[in-house]
C-alpha cells in the first residue's frame, strides 16, 4: 500500500515538473515577425502605414504678401527627408527653388516660411517633395499661387447690365412712337412783290403813253399849221 502512495506521489511530482517546464518554454520563445516585414526591421508607427501629403495653406489662386507661412502634412512611410519649393507658373524648364527642408515628418503643422518680397510679382506654384528610403519620392503641387508685393491686386470687373423697364402690373407695355414733323406750308405771293412780268408790262405801258404822247403833240402841230394857213 506505502508502494502504490509512494508512486502517486512521485507521478504527481513530474506532471507538475513537466507543466512547469513547457510554460517557461512558451514565455522564451520569440513571437515570429508577418511574412510581409523583413527580419531586424523595425515596427513603424501606425500613422506611417497610410501615407499623408498634403499643403492646406496657402491655397490656390490665393494672393501672397510678405512672410507666408506653408502648412500641411508630410508623413509618409520609409520618410527620409522633406523639402518646400516654388517655381514660376507654366515654366517648362522644371526648375525648382528652394524654400527650406526637414528631417523629420509632420503630421499636421507648419512646413516652412516663404519670404515673397525677396521675389519678383508674378505667379508661382509650391511643392512639397518628400524623399522615402527607396529613393522614389511624392510630390504635393498647389498652383496658381499671386505674389503682389509691389503691384496692385487685380479685382474682378463685374459685367455691366443693361437697365431695363419694368412693367407695372395692371399697366399696358409701353412703346415707343415717332410723332412726324408738319410739313411746311409755302406762304402765299406777297401782293406787293414785283415780278420780272410786271416791269416788262410796266415797260410796255410806258412806252406806249410815250409813243401816245408824241404823236398826239405831232396832230397839234399839224392842226395848227393848216389853220395858220386858213387865216
Given at each position: 500500500m506505502?508502494?502504490i ?14 507543466a512547469?517546464?513547457a510554460a517557461?518554454a512558451?514565455q522564451?520563445t520569440?513571437?515570429p515577425l508577418?511574412s ?8 513603424l ?5 497610410t ?12 494672393v501672397l504678401?510678405?512672410?507666408v507661412?506653408?502648412?500641411g ?8 527627408s522633406?523639402e518646400?519649393?516654388?517655381t514660376?507658373a507654366g515654366?517648362?524648364t522644371?526648375?525648382?527653388?528652394l524654400?527650406g527642408?526637414?528631417?523629420d515628418?509632420v503630421?499636421?503643422g ?6 515673397t518680397s ?10 512639397l517633395r518628400?524623399?522615402r ?9 498647389i498652383?496658381g499661387?499671386?505674389?503682389?508685393n509691389?503691384?496692385?491686386i487685380?479685382?474682378d470687373t463685374p459685367t455691366?447690365?443693361?437697365?431695363t423697364?419694368t412693367?407695372?402690373p395692371g399697366?399696358?407695355p409701353?412703346t415707343?412712337t ?16 414785283i415780278?420780272s ?6 415797260l ?8 401816245g ?7 397839234y402841230?399839224?392842226v395848227?399849221?393848216?389853220?395858220n394857213k386858213?387865216e
Amino acid at each position: 500500500m506505502q508502494r502504490i502512495y509512494l508512486s502517486l506521489f512521485i507521478l504527481i511530482v513530474l506532471t507538475f515538473t513537466f507543466a512547469a517546464h513547457a510554460a517557461r518554454a512558451q514565455q522564451e520563445t520569440p513571437t515570429p515577425l508577418p511574412s510581409d516585414t523583413p527580419a531586424g526591421s523595425p515596427t513603424l508607427p501606425r500613422q506611417l502605414e497610410t501615407p499623408e501629403l498634403s499643403i492646406h495653406s496657402p491655397l490656390p489662386g490665393q494672393v501672397l504678401q510678405g512672410s507666408v507661412t506653408i502648412s500641411g502634412k508630410s508623413v509618409v512611410m520609409g520618410f527620409v527627408s522633406a523639402e518646400v519649393s516654388f517655381t514660376y507658373a507654366g515654366d517648362q524648364t522644371g526648375t525648382w527653388f528652394l524654400i527650406g527642408d526637414a528631417s523629420d515628418p509632420v503630421l499636421d503643422g507648419t512646413l516652412g516660411q516663404w519670404n515673397t518680397s525677396s521675389i519678383t510679382d508674378g505667379d508661382y506654384d509650391l511643392r512639397l517633395r518628400v524623399l522615402r528610403e527607396d529613393g522614389s519620392h511624392l510630390d504635393a503641387v498647389i498652383s496658381g499661387l499671386r505674389v503682389r508685393n509691389y503691384t496692385p491686386i487685380e479685382t474682378d470687373t463685374p459685367t455691366p447690365v443693361t437697365p431695363t423697364a419694368t412693367q407695372v402690373p395692371g399697366e399696358l407695355p409701353a412703346t415707343s412712337t415717332v410723332t412726324p414733323l408738319p410739313s411746311a406750308t409755302p406762304l402765299p405771293t406777297n401782293p406787293a412783290e414785283i415780278t420780272s412780268q410786271d416791269i416788262a408790262w410796266g415797260l410796255g405801258k410806258g412806252a406806249l403813253a410815250v409813243i401816245g404822247f408824241f404823236a398826239l403833240m405831232g396832230v397839234y402841230k399839224l392842226v395848227n399849221e393848216i389853220g395858220n394857213k386858213e387865216e
